[in-house]
């Protein structure tokens, strides 16, 4: 679309999407694409949320429950840095709407497939579908940030977390009572998500990019980060994203196995407290961006990742009701540092939204994709209590946190 064409079809969008410049924050358009990121990782949630279902009605072991997460989250890790390295040069405003196209795709061949393999397809296609919409989405929320870098991001990242909430909660209240085929109703979502994400497309490429062009020439004439610093931080950014994530994916993925194992709960009531749990992590991404602006992301992330411990370590040994409790202190603990670690890495290397986003994200995807097949294993050879055992002591990785480089003092944070 060429700048005029864009002048042009602004005005067919609501005047609040319009008429903002770098030092004003549009929220209409925060909103607007937390919404879609609320729908977008709703329907990615009903994936994990059905393997006992799955499982039941294909005879699927651990090892196959961990492969189709594997699928799913691998095929969005290895494309989302891709994607944002070639948006950063080549801006596609309308690509978020394609993208929910293969996820669109993705739900209905997984209210039809009749094989594991089938299974593996439409994970798959989900999977493509996220690897499209989070770098995008997240370049989104930086244009329309105003200079509220960790608020618009908690703002984007909130409404995915409320999303994949809500997906077990409509899983076991729809889809388990009716059926596999009853996923084909949530397909109503990804068209919903397209409409709105075609409308941003529009703001995107007129008001859009000139926000993040005006920004991005500002940070670079600020930025002080040294290339060792830069390096220094990426490592570290990463460890910490592997500790997050990988202990993350024994609470997401197997929570349900878990409590159904240890305490004899129904499905219906598992999914009852993996939407709690997810609920907490939602809470917490909220505050955490806020609180970066705040008070530093460096003290957020450490705060958040190495701050879990205690609570890890106790919930193997928990009752049930302590169990739940214990979830929810641990959900928005660790849910607190990935708006930090998001606007941290992308303040280090201006210019570069899409792939240090997507790169992230890519990581997040990754290492719960290989943590769900990890530990899958690990639970298929011990047990589902074993692991989380285990899993308990990789908060202790957030003590890295204490080596990132502090931000440059006229940021202030």
Not at 280 to 303: C, E, H, M, N, Y
């Amino acid at each position: 679309m060429t700048e005029q064409t864009a002048e042009h079809a602004i005005p067919y969008i609501p005047e609040s999407f319009d008429s903002y410049n770098v030092k004003k924050t549009a929220y209409s358009v925060l909103f607007a694409i937390s919404f879609c990121h609320l729908l977008n990782d709703l329907l990615q949630a009903l994936l994990p949320a059905l393997y006992p279902l799955l499982k039941d009605n294909y005879g699927l072991d651990f090892k196959q429950i961990g492969l189709i997460t594997f699928t799913n989250q691998l095929t969005a890790s290895l494309l989302q840095p891709v994607v944002g390295y070639y948006t950063d040069k080549h801006p596609k405003p309308f690509s978020l709407a394609i993208g929910m196209l293969f996820t669109f795709a993705g739900l209905v061949l997984l209210s039809t497939a009749n094989s594991f393999y089938a299974l593996l397809g439409a994970a798959a296609l989900v999977g493509l579908g996220s690897s499209i919409f989070h770098p995008e989405s997240s370049r989104v929320a930086r244009m329309a940030s105003g200079g509220k870098h960790g608020l618009a991001q908690s703002v984007f990242q909130v409404g995915g977390n409320f999303g994949a909430s809500l997906g077990p909660l409509l899983a076991a209240f729809i889809i388990i009572p009716r059926g596999q085929g009853a996923i084909a109703w949530f397909s109503i979502g990804a068209v919903m998500a397209i409409i709105v994400l075609w409308r941003i497309g529009i703001w995107y490429a007129g008001t859009g990019l000139s926000n993040l062009k005006a920004h991005t020439t500002a940070k670079s004439k600020s930025s002080s980060f040294s290339p060792r610093q830069v390096t220094i931080a990426i490592t570290i950014l990463v460890t910490l994203i592997f500790s997050k994530y990988f202990y993350l994916s024994s609470l997401t993925s197997y929570y349900t196995f878990y409590l159904i194992d240890k305490f004899g709960i129904s499905v219906q009531s598992s999914q009852l407290y993996l939407f709690i749990l997810l609920g907490a992590v939602a809470a917490g991404t909220f505050f955490g961006g806020p609180i970066g602006d705040r008070f530093g992301r460096k003290s957020v992330i450490l705060g958040s990742i190495f701050g879990a411990l205690p609570f890890t370590l106790i919930l193997p040994y928990a009752s049930l009701r302590w169990t739940a409790v214990l979830s929810i202190i641990i959900g928005m603990i660790i849910a607190s540092a990935f708006s930090a670690i998001i606007v941290y890495a992308q303040d280090l290397i201006p210019g570069k939204i899409g792939m240090i986003s997507g790169l992230f994200f890519g990581i997040a995807f990754g290492m719960g994709g290989i943590g769900a097949a990890v530990l899958g294993w690990l639970a298929d050879e011990t047990s589902i209590e074993f692991v989380y055992k285990l899993c308990s002591y990789l908060p202790l990785i957030g003590a890295l946190a204490i080596w990132l480089p502090s931000k440059p003092s006229h940021d202030g944070k």
